[in-house]
């Protein structure tokens, strides 16, 4: 028999699975506690549990399927960076971001991501395959072994789309944000999608209430699809307009990632107009800002990063039409754990 990745249970499946086992209801609280707040990585630590049942977990079970094989720490931020072997022998990354009393975990959804975007180097690696909801949660289990450090945010902006893995998305969501179990506030964890417009109204539907960020990156419809091959196919109105559905439906916050590329979408008309679609479609509000992300460079591209004047020059024009707009500082850039620079 194969054993089962304990962390893909959620916690009705885990009682269905051990009903032919006897077992007391407190004893599933336990074994929930041992794993997610107390970040047990063997069964064997279970110590307040019946040696029996232990065995019979470890029978039934694995608590870690991913192995960490690189481990790479920049000098600049104590960013990290982790390569993960899962147990089909792929690899993907997530990355470690401290920060002063609190840590975030910027999370991979997928095994290389079939979005392609000409920009990104997670976009240049081969596509394999979803990663399960307990692949995705191990991530943050893994960081906070390895760092002993508690998480207490999550980005879904690692490798991969996560609006293609909907069902293990939802369900890491529903483990983050349960008290019983990783307790992340909804306010820490933000879903990154490249504008998967129905994945949009359906995460809103399902009310996580988490923030959402949008990666927009052009003003121009058909600038867009050269950038996002496979974009899904929205206009970036369509796109604007999911987003404010999501804000009315979950009274969070929305982001609009925008990687600014020298002479490609940098120049003041591309702010102007940038704008002017916010303000369009109703997104100039307290609830919304925009990440001006400088592009990171990654090999095999001869995009060039704007100048630092250039990005400057482009938040003030937004900031002049009401926007709230951030320039994101690069994380992790020479250790290649900055955004975009999650491929081999
Ligand atoms: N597929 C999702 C999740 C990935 S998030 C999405 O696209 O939203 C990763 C973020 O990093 C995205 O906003 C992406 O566009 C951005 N990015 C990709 N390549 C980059 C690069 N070379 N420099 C800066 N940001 C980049």
Request: aromatic fraction near 10%.
């Amino acid at each position: 028999m194969v054993k089962q990745h304990i962390l893909d249970l959620t916690k009705i499946q885990l009682i269905n699975s051990l009903k032919n086992v006897i077992i007391k209801e407190y004893q599933i609280g336990q074994i929930l506690d041992w794993i997610y707040i107390k970040k047990a990585y063997t069964f064997e630590q279970f110590s307040n549990m019946h040696k029996e049942l232990r065995i019979t977990l470890d029978r039934k079970f694995v608590l870690r399927t991913l192995k960490i094989i690189k481990k790479e720490k920049s000098l600049i931020d104590g960013t990290t960076r982790y390569a993960f072997q899962t147990y089909d022998k792929k690899r993907f990354f997530a990355v470690f971001l401290p920060g002063k009393g609190h840590n975030s975990v910027c999370v991979s959804s997928q095994i290389g991501c079939p979005i392609s975007c000409v920009f990104c180097s997670s976009g240049k690696t081969k596509y394999y395959r979803n990663l399960s909801k307990g692949e995705i949660v191990e991530q943050v289990l893994q960081i906070e072994n390895d760092t002993n450090e508690r998480v207490s945010g999550v980005l879904f902006m690692g490798m991969g789309e996560p609006s293609l893995n909907f069902d293990n998305l939802t369900q890491s969501l529903d483990s983050f944000l349960s008290k019983k179990e990783f307790g992340i506030g909804k306010r820490h964890v933000t879903v990154s999608s490249v504008g998967n417009v129905p994945f949009v109204k359906k995460l809103a539907d399902k009310k996580y209430n988490s923030r959402l960020a949008l990666s927009l990156h052009s003003v121009d419809d058909k600038q867009r699809r050269k950038l996002i091959p496979n974009n899904f196919g929205f206009d970036i109105k369509d796109i604007l307009k999911a987003g404010n559905y999501y804000l009315k439906k979950t009274n969070s916050r929305l982001t609009v990632e925008y990687v600014l590329i020298k002479d490609m979408n940098d120049s003041s008309a591309c702010a102007h107009k940038l704008a002017r679609l916010m303000r369009q479609n109703h997104l100039v509000t307290p609830q919304t800002q925009v990440n001006l992300i400088p592009f990171n460079p990654i090999n095999k591209s001869d995009f060039q990063p704007t100048s630092f004047e250039n990005i400057e020059k482009f938040k003030i024009i937004l900031k002049f039409n009401a926007i709230t707009a951030t320039i994101r500082k690069p994380k992790g850039i020479d250790i290649g754990a900055a955004c975009g620079q999650l491929g081999y």
